[in-house]
T-cell receptor, first 114, second 115 residues
Framework: EAGVTQSPTHLIKTRGQQATLRCSPI?????VYWYQQALGLGLQFLLW???????NRGNFPPRFSGRQFPNYSSELNVNALELEDSALYLC?????????????FGPGTRLTVL | KQEVTQIPAALSVPEGENLVLNCSFT??????LQWFRQDPGKGLTSLLL?????REQTSGRLNASLDKSSGRSTLYIAASQPGDSATYLC??????????????FGSGTQLTVLP
């Protein structure tokens, strides 16, 4: 099965701009999870989308938002970028069949805010 | 609130050595625990998943154990190789998260296997 894909690989923005990150889950799966991995803070849960709706969010401000499209791909938007938003953003999707409890991660988008 | 801790933060061993990575969690009401590997600047690769009803899982040279009552898991790597050098992360899914599958991660152990 095709894995989780993310784009772009790298993104460089300046403070105050908006960033848009994209993710496609494993084919046929409806859930997408977003995580932030900032230096020194570890991996933190950001958002969960399923069947086109936001189901849960972590402890992040409202300027972190997103959406899920009918084909289950997802977009993460970060508005009014701040320096501390610089991080690796990872997207995850459950697997198929017997491995539905396993989370599979994409390669990530490295966001740098200058 | 679930907290996951990994000790040590960094570990350096000579090639061929067997080693153990530790993970502890504060809330034993977990659904499962998953070990991942992360290479520098890359995404996560799933290594092993242990359901809360299981005691251990094995894949090749890797063996993960789970003691839910004490809030601990270990990842055992046999006959380590330089290619095993990476950061190893453990993550738990809590029962309290319901149908959600978001994970709570430890901060990882950075492993270096010296040739």
């Amino acid at each position: 099965e095709a894995g989780v894909t993310q784009s772009p690989t790298h993104l460089i923005k300046t403070r105050g701009q908006q960033a848009t990150l994209r993710c496609s889950p494993i084919s046929g799966h409806t859930s997408v999870y977003w995580y932030q991995q900032a230096l020194g803070l570890g991996l933190q849960f950001l958002l969960w989308y399923d069947e086109g709706e936001e189901r849960n969010r972590g402890n992040f401000p409202p300027r972190f938002s997103g959406r899920q499209f009918p084909n289950y791909s997802s977009e993460l938007n970060v508005n009014a970028l701040e320096l501390e938003d610089s991080a690796l953003y990872l997207c995850a999707s459950p697997g198929a069949g017997d491995s539905t409890d396993t989370q599979y991660f994409g390669p990530g988008t490295r966001l740098t805010v200058l | 609130k679930q907290e996951v801790t990994q000790i040590p933060a960094a570990l350096s061993v000579p090639e061929g050595e067997n080693l153990v990575l530790n993970c502890s969690f504060t809330d034993s009401a977990i659904y499962n625990l998953q070990w991942f590997r992360q290479d520098p600047g890359k995404g996560l690769t799933s290594l092993l998943l242990i359901q809360s009803s299981q005691r251990e899982q094995t894949s090749g040279r890797l063996n993960a154990s789970l003691d839910k009552s004490s809030g601990r898991s270990t990842l055992y790597i046999a006959a380590s190789q330089p290619g095993d050098s990476a950061t190893y992360l453990c993550a738990v899914k809590d029962l309290s998260s319901g149908s959600a599958r978001q994970l709570t991660f430890g901060s990882g152990t950075q492993l270096t296997v010296l040739p």
